[in-house]
């Protein structure tokens, strides 16, 4: 398995973040990060095999359901290790389009701050609520927040492409995207094109399947 998790290095000053903590005291994961127990987590509890339709209306013979890892205790901390390892140290925020970004958003914010980093979380809603606050984004994440964008897989990333649009609006800067699963393979391509760095920890081929394209 290629280990896709290389550490990133952050952009702009490496400031403490929001919250004070200092980037010199962070714990990160042992480097590597364990992504091949990660990808062995996906196969035994999230992939399955079949006849599926995907959100664009095409056909797969297979699917990966990444919350069955995401949601897993022991499956939550190899997938917060993979993330944690490839954050610039000045980000400030964590989130993405609901349901797909949150449970990485809020387990990597909170194992996070028990490492000493300071990661405000956040969720952007599929619609505006029209009631109370109102607007796209639940959470907290404010102007001029350095943010990641994540999800728990991507295939086409018009979800993660539409969460940076929002997270613009808001007045933060969308500085890198993070999925878990990339089974698409056409990401990378699109978040470049918008200025925004890419990782993913896990890959299709990494799965032992090819990249489902556009």
Request: aromatic share 4%; proline share 6%.
């Amino acid at each position: 398995m290629r280990e896709q998790g290389r550490r990133a290095g952050g952009r702009g000053s490496r400031r403490p973040p929001a919250g004070g903590a200092d980037p010199a005291q962070r714990v990160r994961p042992d480097a590597p990060p364990s992504l091949s127990a990660l990808r062995d987590h996906l196969l035994a509890h999230s992939v399955r095999r079949g006849d599926f339709v995907l959100k664009s209306g095409r056909r797969s013979n297979w699917f990966v359901d990444a919350k069955q890892t995401a949601c897993r205790p022991e499956g939550m901390l190899l997938m917060v290790d993979g993330v944690l390892s490839v954050l610039p140290e000045d980000v400030t925020a964590i989130g993405g389009l609901t349901m797909g970004a949150d449970p990485v958003a809020f387990a990597t914010a909170a194992v996070g701050n028990l490492r000493g980093w300071s990661l405000k979380s956040f969720s952007v809603r599929k619609e505006a609520k029209d009631h109370g606050g109102g607007g796209r984004i639940a959470g907290a994440v404010d102007p001029g927040d350095r943010v990641v964008l994540t999800e728990d897989a991507v295939t086409r990333g018009t979800s993660l492409l539409e969460a940076a649009a929002v997270v613009r609006a808001a007045g933060a800067d969308p500085v890198m995207i993070v999925t878990v699963v990339d089974r698409g393979g056409t990401c990378a391509a699109m978040a470049e094109a918008e200025g925004i760095d890419f990782r993913a920890l896990v890959t299709a081929p990494d799965l032992g399947f090819d990249y489902e394209g556009p």
